[in-house]
């Protein structure tokens, strides 16, 4: 079993849509999730952390984490065609200053006009 | 800005050669971390650093070693590049607990 898991995709939904973005994780040591936007033959940036169970919003971005269920997911509202690129979850373990930073394999997202 | 430099952009190697892949952060982190970037596979992580000369194993270190003798500079060595090692590698360095900073990522391919 991988420590990070997504769905590759594509997802595809319309303009204006709410895109849906899931990601699982093995280790319960797990502390800290991180969502990233890759743009094709760029490298991944950063949209959003989230350390706690429960939700957090940035603008059109709501993260969502359970860690009981060991899942987090990405809302992206009103969704635009600037939103396709492919989204990578990642996550950190927060116990020592080593913690490595694992990815999730990404979900390639599709916004059609 | 935070700043993380790759070496080269595009690389060609032949098969056997001995490959480096430097990398280097201004923002005096102590983390860096090397992955190599495949279709359908996402990132995967092959070393990290966390302080300099100190180094862990990745997921994937078959086939590669790394140094990190100062600490803004991270390489990652192909000891005898092979065709399977034909990836995109991306190096990364966090700010602690937080946002990870990429380089723009080497392409490398092995002929």
């Known amino acids: 079993q991988k420590e990070v898991e997504q769905n590759s995709g594509p997802l595809s939904v319309p303009e204006g849509a709410i895109a849906s973005l899931n990601c699982t994780y093995s280790d319960r040591v797990s502390q800290s999730f991180f969502w990233y936007r890759q743009y094709s033959g760029k490298s991944p940036e950063l949209i959003m952390s989230i350390y706690s169970n429960g939700d957090k919003e940035d603008g059109r971005f709501t993260a969502q984490l359970n860690k009981a269920s060991q899942y987090v997911s990405l809302l992206i509202r009103d969704s635009q065609p600037s939103d396709s690129a492919t989204y990578l979850c990642a996550v950190s373990h927060r116990s020592s200053n080593t913690g490595k930073l694992i990815f999730g394999q990404g979900t390639t997202l599709q916004v059609k006009p | ?111």
């Open chain 2, 1 to 111: 800005d935070v700043k993380v430099t790759q070496s080269s952009r595009y690389l060609v190697k032949r098969t056997g050669e001995k490959v480096f892949l430097e990398c280097v952060q201004d923002m005096d982190h102590e983390n860096m971390f090397w992955y190599r970037q495949d279709p359908g596979l996402g990132l995967r992580l092959i070393y990290f650093s966390y302080d300099v000369k100190m180094k862990e194993k990745g997921d994937i270190p078959e086939g590669y070693s790394v140094s990190r003798e100062k600490k803004e500079r991270f390489s990652l060595i192909l000891e005898s590049a092979s065709t399977n090692q034909t990836s995109m590698y991306l190096c990364a360095s966090p700010r602690g607990d937080t946002e990870a900073f990429f380089g723009q990522g080497t392409r490398l391919t092995v002929v």
